[in-house]
């Protein structure tokens, strides 16, 4: 019983590939590079239940150049799906360490296009894949110098008070810098206290 389940799906897919040879498959895609596509069929005559009923579509250049997987069906759950073009001409440029794809965005959307008609022809769902996105996140913190990557920034924005006060003990402390060290020591104090002062203030009048 079992052995008759696994030849069903086993036969299933070797009729597809069968039907696709003689209709897709012998349509060329004119371009850089003139091409067709190829449906794969199983080689056993068992796919394990279905779990091996999988086959590929590829495109095969007619100069003989390597051949490249477009798309996916699924046996077992009537689905095929096809890759984006961006994802494929990578896939290809890395494989073969290349620059070149010798497909045509409008030869690869014709392709799709005739891969879509035949499926649904057949029962079956037909999905593009989405591209993977690999970019980070434009929203990320960036590490500031001498900030641990990954660590948050603690520092808060002074308020109006405390921001004027801080100018204005900066600028005075630039002029006395060169009177000696001891009266930049009290100009900090200084500039500590009007902080202090001016906070508090503030806090005062928010919640009086």
């Known amino acids: 019983m079992e052995d008759g389940k696994f030849t069903m799906y086993a036969g299933k897919s070797v009729?597809?590939?069968?039907?696709?040879?003689?209709?897709?498959?012998?349509?060329?895609?004119?371009?850089?590079?003139?091409?067709r596509l190829e449906l794969s069929a199983p080689s056993e005559e068992s796919t394990d239940g279905g779990r091996?009923?999988?086959?590929?579509?590829?495109?095969?250049?007619?100069?003989?150049?390597?051949?490249?997987?477009?798309?996916?069906?699924?046996?077992?759950?009537?689905?095929?799906?096809?890759?984006?073009?961006?994802?494929?001409?990578?896939?290809?440029?890395?494989?073969?360490?290349?620059?070149?794809?010798?497909?045509?965005?409008?030869?690869?959307?014709?392709?799709t296009r005739k891969l879509k008609a035949f499926f649904t022809q057949f029962g079956f769902t037909f999905e593009i894949q989405p591209l993977a996105l690999a970019r980070p996140s434009a929203t990320a913190p960036r590490a500031t110098a001498g900030m641990q990557p990954g660590a948050a920034p603690v520092a808060k924005r002074p308020t109006?008070?405390?921001?004027?006060?801080?100018r204005t003990a900066a600028r005075s402390a630039v002029l006395d810098g060169s009177r000696g060290g001891s009266r930049m020591w009290i100009v900090l104090a200084v500039v500590a206290v009007v902080i202090a002062a001016a906070a508090a203030a503030t806090v005062y009048f928010l919640h009086g």
């Open 52 to 111: 091996l009923a999988v086959q590929h579509v590829s495109i095969a250049p007619e100069d003989g150049g390597p051949a490249t997987v477009i798309a996916t069906a699924y046996q077992v759950d009537r689905r095929a799906e096809a890759r984006q073009y961006e994802a494929v001409a990578e896939a290809y440029k890395q494989r073969f360490r290349t620059n070149a794809f010798p497909v045509s965005p409008g030869q690869f959307d014709e392709m």
């Open 15 to 35: 009729a597809l590939a069968e039907v696709f040879k003689f209709t897709v498959g012998k349509e060329p895609f004119v371009g850089p590079t003139v091409c």
């Open 160 to 166: 109006a008070g405390q921001g004027s006060a801080a």
